[in-house]
């Protein structure tokens, strides 16, 4: 389900036409939907409305804080990574009892500055992560809440980059160290481990690795109480894969059938970290056809965006679907390619698309998640605008970067200014 459909031959978001977006704006342009985002956050929240658990869009995601508010107004919590997520939490004014925070590598600082706020949790990656909690807690005098991030060992079936729970990752503690932390924790005075944390991938599109890694991991909480460990809290992380090409995943509904009972048996607290299920398809990047090429082998399309503004096909081979912003009945094979130099630089290989003409519209969809929040200035570009339409209004909810931003914190040593 999205908002982004074609209307007597053009593409609209809601009820704007995305052609005057891309006129109004210029290119390449974000163009969010506000009901589509929400809807699928509650999408999930109705289909574990049994459990109430709380939702936290991982920030990774899409970080705009316009995007954030909408979800924190909804409900939602976050999860964050960083001390700029943080940051950005805040600015976007979510309660910090509604604050989750991941990440194999947090500095002192970053640590010190979420205790100091007092966040819902910590997930802690490993025993020197703990320590490093403990010991800052303490000098802080702060009692902190911990969730140990496990890695189930299990196959998500997914994109090697974006597989977490396996073994062979760097991410979580195996059961048997995990253990062996919770029993030496019990000595530690300022960390309480309050519940254990998985996220195996993202973009996985069947139940069943989920379900395998909640099982184990209930297994292991089961196995913990015999020996009067009780935990609060289970974090089932993120990963719920979305459509980008002939994908057929789980609905919320489906996923919910699948791993509800045995969460609701559990009797714990249950926290999920949604991203790309909430984002991602509540986004797309428009572009603009700047010349049309024909070479001896093929057709390139170069459009005015580029791998940086749009870097999931060129870091992951990802599909996205590409059409043009007036529907068009002459196909044509070709590539869609940016200006950037680089042949990984691309949005489309041997696609059949729409008879695309120079100063023709583009767009690439699914772009709400993982987009603009792995845009660079590679090649000294300035990242694009972001505008969010709800019905027939369109806000602007990041500008375009100007070159005054590419150069701002840079500067040249007097020596060198002869
Ligand atoms: N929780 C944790 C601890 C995570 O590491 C992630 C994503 C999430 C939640 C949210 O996962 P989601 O629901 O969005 O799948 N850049 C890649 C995706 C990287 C995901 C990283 N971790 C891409 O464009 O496909």
Same mark, same amino acid.
């Given at each position: 389900m999205h908002e982004f459909k074609y209307r007597s031959n053009n593409l609209y978001c809601e009820d704007v036409r995305v052609q005057d977006l891309a006129e109004k704006f210029g290119t390449p342009l974000y163009v969010y939907s506000y009901k589509t985002l929400i809807g699928h956050f509650l999408k999930l929240k109705t289909a574990f409305r049994? *459990?109430?658990?709380? *939702?936290?869009?991982?920030? !990774?995601a899409n970080s705009n804080l316009a995007l954030l508010r909408a979800l924190v107004n909804e409900g939602a919590g976050l999860d964050i990574v960083s001390g700029g997520e943080l940051f950005r939490a805040i600015k976007a004014g979510c309660s910090l009892k509604k604050i989750v925070y991941a990440s194999v590598g947090k500095t002192d600082c970053e640590i010190e500055e979420a205790i100091k706020l007092g966040i819902l949790f910590f997930n802690v990656e490993s025993f020197s992560e703990l320590k490093n909690v403990q010991h800052i807690a303490r000098r802080l005098s702060r009692r902190v809440n911990v969730a140990l991030r496990i890695n189930p060992d299990v196959e998500p079936k997914t994109h090697k980059y974006i =597989? =977490? $729970? !396996?073994? =062979?990752? !760097?991410?979580g503690i195996d059961f048997k160290t995990a253990k062996k932390i919770i029993l030496l924790a019990r000595g530690f005075s300022h960390v309480r481990i309050a519940g254990l944390h998985i996220h195996i991938g993202s973009q996985i599109t069947v139940p069943e690795p989920f379900a395998a890694a909640i099982a184990k991991v209930l297994r292991f909480i089961v196995e913990l109480r015999k020996e009067g460990i009780g935990l609060e809290y289970l974090n089932i992380g993120g990963g719920l894969g979305i459509i980008y090409d002939k994908e057929i995943p789980q609905t919320a509904a489906k996923f919910a059938g699948r791993v509800l009972p045995s969460l609701k048996k559990s009797g714990l607290k249950i926290i999920m970290e949604p991203g790309r299920f909430i984002a991602g398809n509540a986004g797309i990047l428009v572009a603009k056809a700047l010349y049309v090429k024909y070479t001896p082998k093929k057709k390139f399309i170069i459009v005015d965006a580029g791998m940086n503004d749009l870097i999931r096909p060129a870091l992951y081979g990802a599909y996205h679907q590409v059409v043009s912003l007036k529907r068009k009945s002459r196909m044509e094979r070709a590539d869609v390619v940016g200006p950037i130099c680089e042949s990984g630089d691309f949005f489309a290989k041997d696609r059949l698309l729409p008879k695309v003409e120079e100063g023709d519209y583009l767009a690439a969809l699914g &772009? $709400? &998640?993982y987009g603009f929040s792995m845009a660079s200035n590679y090649n000294s570009r300035r990242r694009p605008q972001e505008v969010m339409v709800v019905k027939n209004k369109v806000f602007v909810i990041r500008q375009r970067e100007t070159y005054g931003d590419l150069v701002r914190n840079e500067s040249i040593p007097g020596f060198l200014l002869k």
């Open positions: 049994e *459990i109430d658990p709380l *939702i936290c869009y991982s920030v !990774k =597989t =977490t $729970g !396996k073994l =062979t990752n !760097k991410f &772009a $709400g &998640a």
